[in-house]
DNA sequence: AGTCCTTTGAAGTCC
DNA sequence: GGACTTCAAAGGACT
């Protein structure tokens, strides 16, 4: 696969990642301090680089069977750690992986990875053979073909080259907005049966699924239109919260993969489950099953799927049908970011620890968290994202972001973050009210703080994310997120870089997470973010939605600037607000009174 | 029903 | 090349 082999043109963005890394939290001045930091990085980086071709290369059993060069074990032993949690909870799951569990990506299954032949999986390999879908056997005559040419080549694990594939996805487990695959696993975790165990009733439209039948095909032999409508054979199985499977299947493939995809077997079943071939361009030879694809949302798919091929064959106006058509017009996603990647990971375990739902409360909270990851693990998540563009590069070539953009660019469609930070009143309620010292969080999507305050002529008075149009790490401080256990993926999951140190250089040595943070201020701090978790989060008990911006009613300081109603103060899980000093977590740490106060100095000096 | 919120990162456009 | 915008996921909240 020479276009992906990035030989130099394999970056795809890590360069950027990289400087990101570096960027972000004013590492310009540390640079040489941390450039053994960011040798290590790079090593990580170019491990993970060098896996990749060597599984894209990799065609022969021996290859297939050579072992990969041994991480460093730090990189190995904390994948482990931090998915540890993950793993118990995936206890008794459908594929067990005791080195690796919880990693739900599914990206690359790479049968020809020197990394797939068992018990010697990196955890970078393992994490492509997380995916804990619900397997189904297959029947498929040029599956079998294909299957055996696998089988051959690589022994990969049984999910893998078994010719057994995740089912379809139930068209009524399917969000709307949902792709079609899931990164997520917590939707199979066996202590959190999905609702439809009990009641096969679909938990959001309470509509009773219909028992599969047991003669309907469990994968993508239906026009387009009716693949949404096939229901899966094990439904029980099918993740919960609209979280889809479809089969990863080798069958679907009309002819041989191009040369260039067929090195890696792994790849092909992945790209033909990713993406349909009415969607994918002629000259990749997919095959027209029809299997859906998480970047692929049609229309149909996302409303009601089973109006497509019959309304459009039975609409007699070519007005409609044209409308029809650009309806069908399938909408091809973007690449998940690793970001995004990591959400889709930790949103479940977030949402369960926190007993939150918000998105948007969970979604700041993996914020921080992506901040507190180590360098390893964030490498890992670029990587794979880096390996989502390439297979979506490869997958449609035509393909550009652009046209996702709905209102085209610059007609904003949905989106109205164009407030100017002088123009709008966050930065006033921020300043006026003791309360808000912590600006809203609301504002932490409001870039360049540095900036509105120091204005252009003062940049070098900027953070460095400010700097690199990033958050500004300086306004963000004294932000927090909630309490609960240590994040098992090496980042606290209360952890906040609130910290000074941490802030201003975010994980970015190599130290392990808990190393580099554990910050005292983490436990001494009102987190804003600690409302997240609590059970009764009074988030949602604002009159207005600016009024629900998590910090809006915390202080910074927590020393005291808590609203006197706040219910925080009354509620058992307050600890961060109404106990800072001591009830709270369990930080080895002991607190002293020092550094209670510590933190919240640079809050301070923000808002000056 | 549609949009917002909220996060980070990628990628696009504009100047 | 900087500045800016949009979109990707997610689901509750809001209009």
């Known amino acids: 696969m020479p276009q992906l082999n990035g030989g130099g043109g394999d970056d795809l963005g890590a360069n950027d990642e990289m400087i990101s890394f570096k960027d972000e939290g004013e590492q310009e001045e540390k640079i040489s301090e941390n450039s053994a930091a960011e040798r290590d990085l790079a090593e990580v980086k170019s491990s993970l680089v060098n896996e990749s071709e060597t599984q894209q290369n990799s065609s022969s059993d021996s290859e297939a069977e050579r072992r ?44 020809t990875s020197p990394y797939l032949p068992n018990g010697s999986l990196s955890p970078t390999a393992r994490t492509y053979l997380q995916m804990k879908w619900p397997l189904l056997d297959v029947q498929a005559g040029s599956l079998q073909s294909r299957q055996a040419m696998k089988d051959a080549r690589s022994p990969s694990p049984g999910h893998i080259v078994s010719n057994k594939v995740p089912v379809v996805q139930h068209p009524h487990h399917v969000h709307p907005l949902t792709p079609l695959i899931t990164y997520s696993n917590e939707h199979f975790t066996p202590g959190n049966p999905p609702p439809h165990l009990q009641a096969d009733v679909d938990p959001k439209t309470g509509i009773p699924r219909p028992p599969h039948p047991p003669d309907i ?40 993969y191009p040369t260039a995809l067929t090195v890696n077997a792994s790849m092909s079943s992945f790209l033909s489950s990713r993406f349909p071939p009415h969607m994918v361009p002629p000259h990749h030879s997919l095959h027209t099953t029809g299997i859906p694809h998480p970047a692929i949302v049609t229309p149909q798919v996302k409303q009601e799927s089973s109006q497509s091929d019959v309304g459009s064959l039975h609409s007699s106006k070519h007005q409609d049908s044209k409308k029809e058509e650009e309806k069908k017009k399938p909408h091809i996603k973007k690449p998940l970011n690793a970001f995004m990647l990591y959400m889709k990971e930790m949103r479940a375990k977030v949402v369960a620890e926190c007993t939150l739902k918000e998105s948007a409360a969970i979604n700041q909270i ?62 006033n309620e921020c300043y006026l009210n003791p309360c808000l010292s912590l600006p809203p969080i609301t504002d932490l999507s409001a870039p360049k703080k540095c900036r509105a305050r120091f204005g252009l002529d003062q940049q070098s008075n900027w953070c460095g ?7 500004c790490i300086r306004y963000i401080q004294g932000e927090g997120s909630c309490v609960s256990p240590p994040s098992s993926d090496g980042s606290l999951l209360d952890s906040s870089p609130s910290s000074p140190t941490m802030l201003d250089s975010p994980p970015r040595d190599s130290k392990p997470q808990t190393e580099q943070t554990q910050p005292l201020s983490l436990t001494l701090k009102p987190d804003p973010l600690a409302r997240l978790c609590m059970p009764q989060s009074p988030l949602t008990e604002s009159p207005s939605r600016k009024s629900s911006n998590l910090p809006a009613t915390i202080c910074q300081n927590g020393v005291d600037h808590n609203h006197q109603s706040n219910p925080l103060q009354s ?4 600890l961060s607000l109404a106990q800072p000093s001591t009830s709270f977590l369990s930080s080895p740490r002991p607190l002293s009174g020092p550094q209670q106060l510590q933190p919240l100095s640079l809050v301070t000096k923000s808002l000056e």
């Open 68 to 111: 990969p060069p041994p991480r460093p074990d730090t990189f190995r032993d904390k994948s482990r750690d931090s998915l540890e949690e993950a793993a118990k909870r995936q206890e008794g799951g459908l594929f067990k992986n005791p080195a690796y569990p919880g990693y739900p990506f599914i990206m690359i299954p790479d049968l």
């Open 571 to 574: 509620v058992p899980y307050s």
């Open 366 to 427: 993996l914020g921080r968290r992506w901040h507190a990851l180590s360098r390893e693990e964030q490498a890992k998540y670029y990587e794979l994202a880096r390996k989502e563009r390439q297979l979506h590069m490869q997958l449609y070539p035509g393909w550009s972001a652009r046209d996702n953009y709905v209102g085209g660019y610059g007609k904003k469609k949905k989106r109205k973050r164009d407030k100017q930070p002088g123009e709008s009143n966050e930065h």
């Open 465 to 471: 994310p400010c700097r690199r149009k990033k958050k």
């Open 217 to 256: 095909s469990p994968y993508y032999p239906l026009s387009p239109g009716t693949v949404g409508q096939i229901p899966h054979p094990l439904g029980w199985l099918v993740p919960q919260q609209g979280q889809p499977v479809y089969p990863i299947t080798t069958g679907g493939f009309r002819h041989p």
